[in-house]
């Protein structure tokens, strides 16, 4: 996952600290003019070295290649892209002062007495922290994105992604662990009560992933708050197709009229893409008795598994992914 190897962003005084304590040991192995020009140009290097590394280990939010839409849509439901993009040009304007810095004082510190050096060199390491300084809070919030993205799960937006939509309890995550390996496996968003779950299977040696997405597409639009629908932005950027499981039995506890109702706000949501209603538990009611206004693309049973694999199929065909072949020249 493209977030979970940034590594931790040192504070100002940390990398303050760690670039004058270096030019200490770098002055004291040298003499005169030269322990001079050493401290300083150990100093400049650290601090420009180590905030340029802070920005280029993040992915550039610009350029899809780097962050597909979903994972982008699902960082800006986390945090503040636009405050993360800012704080990153911030750091790396100080990483270049910082050498700029170096370059102004160092032609300084090659011809005079050691006394004016050491003068220089202390006015060029009060610029320098000065800088660090200035860009402190935007180090902070590079460090708590940092952390707020990390532990984000892994779904790969590149496969084959079937989500699973519907009210609680109508057989969803029974419906994913019994076609999946995921075995009841979640996955913690921080925008979810329940964890999302992830599964893989695969048709024709191609990879599908499937996802049930608790506490998002379980309930009405107008019930999520910001961040949640911020999530189902990032879902519609995931999702090739959606499987709207209803219970009409109601024994899932919402009447039907309600799943419905969420069942057309998905399809209008996600008008880009197949979505097929699935009518499950078939086992405890008949097909005839199915009400017209369900109008179920499929029915089916998780619990005796009839009707399975057929809807599976279905979501397969309607994907109809084609992987990409490599050049045959």
């Known amino acids: 996952m493209i977030f979970e190897d940034l590594p931790t962003t040192p504070t100002s005084e940390e990398l303050i600290d760690k670039a004058f304590s270096r030019a200490a040991r770098a002055g004291k192995a040298k003499g005169g003019l030269e322990a001079q020009q050493s401290m300083l140009q150990t100093a ?15 992915p550039d939010f610009e350029y899809e290649d780097d962050v597909h839409p979903f994972y982008y849509e699902l960082a800006d439901a986390i945090v503040d892209v ?22 102004e004082y160092q032609p300084r510190l090659r011809k005079t007495d050691v006394d004016t050096a050491r003068k220089h060199r202390k006015q060029a390491f009060a610029r320098l922290a000065d800088i660090v300084e200035q860009v402190d809070d935007h180090l902070l919030y590079i460090n708590k994105s940092r952390n707020d993205l990390r532990d984000l799960p892994e779904i790969n937006p590149d496969e084959p992604t079937i989500v699973v939509a519907g009210y609680p309890n109508v057989g969803k995550s029974s419906f994913v662990n019994d076609v999946t390996n995921a075995r009841g496996e979640t996955a913690s968003y921080p925008f979810t009560t329940k ?17 049930d997405t608790p506490g998002l597409l379980d309930r009405p639009p107008q019930d999520r708050n910001e961040i949640e629908s911020q999530a189902v932005s990032a879902i519609e950027h995931l999702a090739d197709c959606m499987l709207v499981v209803v219970d009409p039995t109601a024994e899932c506890g919402y009447p039907i009229d309600s799943q419905l109702e969420l069942r057309d706000a ?64």
């Open 44 to 58: 400049a290097n650290i601090i420009s070295d180590n905030l340029e590394n802070v920005v280029t280990a993040w």
């Open 82 to 103: 636009d405050e993360l993009r800012q704080a990153l040009s911030e750091v790396m304007w100080a990483s270049r002062k910082a050498r700029e810095i170096h370059e």
């Open 195 to 211: 964890g999302i779950g992830v599964g893989h299977f695969e048709r024709d040696h191609i990879r599908y992933q499937i996802v």
């Open 266 to 329: 998905i399809s209008a949501r996600f008008e880009d893409i197949p979505v097929f209603t699935i009518a499950n538990k078939s086992d405890r009611f008949e097909d005839g008795a199915l009400d017209d206004a369900v109008a179920a693309d499929y029915t089916m049973s998780v619990e005796t598994g009839a009707n399975v694999e057929t809807v599976l199929d279905a979501a397969v065909e309607a994907i109809g992914y084609e992987p990409e072949l490599p050049f045959e020249g």
